[in-house]
């Protein structure tokens, strides 16, 4: 039926609202650590710190990930690390395609959406199939802008991802360099996995769910119940004028007597 339809999507539209809320209060209050690994020329990751020195508490052997895995020898030793931590990729620039646009200055409140609409023509992958990103220039010339465009194909990332995915970390973020082993103002992020959010967010609809699915036994138990006690009180009711009705002609007979 129609209006069933239109009842579970207000419901499941309901849980998003209450979800997304829930979420971002929580997201607000807690501060992961920020992890950012470098990938050199041999494909090993090393960390490195916003003032560009590894922190002392890293660990300092390189993290190498072979076949969707993180090498078994520095998984031991970071794993402390990851619990919990954002951690930011910075792959090495071959594994990304760099575009230059360039648009009108007034565009720039809208960059997300036309370079969306764009990207399947200035790179070989459709919307859906790249990991991309943009920095725009700091000089407007002639109402211009120049924006700078990072894509890659999302199969070659994803590889980098999904390790990461068994340490607890609260999400992974792979970024572009715009130069060899740059400083963090000079890459661009093309993707973000938030991988604690996700099993958060699955835990937290779950009981959203059951917590609905309890209110709604609730009252419908309460509505079981005022009806049966109502149904109770006018057959009492009714018991009462039945037999009050029935005292009633006796004592007419008991009068004319």
């Known amino acids: 039926m129609d209006w069933r339809r239109k009842i579970v999507e207000a419901f499941s539209q309901w849980i998003d609202h209450v979800e997304a809320a829930i979420l971002a209060s929580s997201e607000s209050m807690r501060s992961a650590r920020r992890l950012r690994l470098v990938e050199g020329r041999d494909g090993a990751f090393s960390a490195q710190a916003s003032s560009d020195k590894a922190s002392p508490d890293w660990p300092k052997e390189p993290i190498r990930i072979v076949d969707g895995r993180i090498d078994p020898a520095a998984s031991a030793s970071w794993a402390p690390m990851f619990n919990r931590a954002r951690v930011e990729l910075v792959l090495q620039p071959h594994r990304f395609m760099f575009r230059p646009l360039e648009l009108p200055g007034r ?37 211009r802008i120049i924006v700078t465009i990072a894509a890659t194909a999302r199969s070659l ?23 060899e082993a740059g400083s963090e103002a000079e890459s661009i992020k093309v993707f973000e996995q938030k991988v604690k959010g996700a099993i958060d967010a699955h835990r937290l609809r779950r009981a959203l769910v059951a917590l609905l699915i309890g209110a709604s036994a609730l009252s419908v138990a309460a509505v079981a119940a005022a009806v049966i006690v109502g149904g109770d009180y006018r057959s009492e009711r009714a018991r009462q004028s039945a037999s009050a009705s029935q005292r009633s002609p006796r004592r007419s007979s008991s009068a004319a007597i």
């Open 107 to 143: 565009a720039s409140d809208f960059l997300g959406g036309i370079i969306r609409a764009q990207i399947d023509r200035l790179t070989p992958w459709s919307a859906a199939d790249a990991a991309f990103g943009w920095r725009p220039s700091s000089e407007v010339v002639n109402d």
């Open 157 to 179: 990332i994803m590889p980098f991802v999904n390790p990461f995915s068994g340490f607890g970390v609260e999400s992974v973020i792979v970024s572009a360099p715009l130069q």
